[in-house]
């Protein structure tokens, strides 16, 4: 059964910096764009960032590009999403979630595996 394990959120003050990490397990993670999106209390889910499965390739939402970055362990079957420069508009449960499409993909319905979330809370 393929798991996706979120971990690293919290609380920090605006301007602080969080680094959240994805394991997944039961699948082969080396074949699959990972994502991360997150969704703010009364909101839709939004997409954040992703990173293609070959080539490494990286997409970011407007609102966070440059303060934000994906990375992926292949070896450790591991995404990762460091975020700097917090602001309070960042606060959402963060998902990270797993797709077997090519490049870049962006529309949640392009993913297939999701993990259970984890809290990321900004204060001002």
Sequence with gaps: QVQLVESGGGLVQTGGSLRLSCAASELTFSKYAMGWFRQAPGKERDFVATIAWLGGSTYYAGSVKGRFTISRDNANN???L???SLKPEDTAVYYC???RRIGVPKDQYDYIYWG???QVTISS
Excluded: E, H, P
């Design 82 to 84: 460091q975020m700097n």
């Design 97 to 99: 979630a797993a797709s």
């Design 78 to 80: 591991t995404v990762y």
């Design 116 to 118: 259970q979330g984890t």
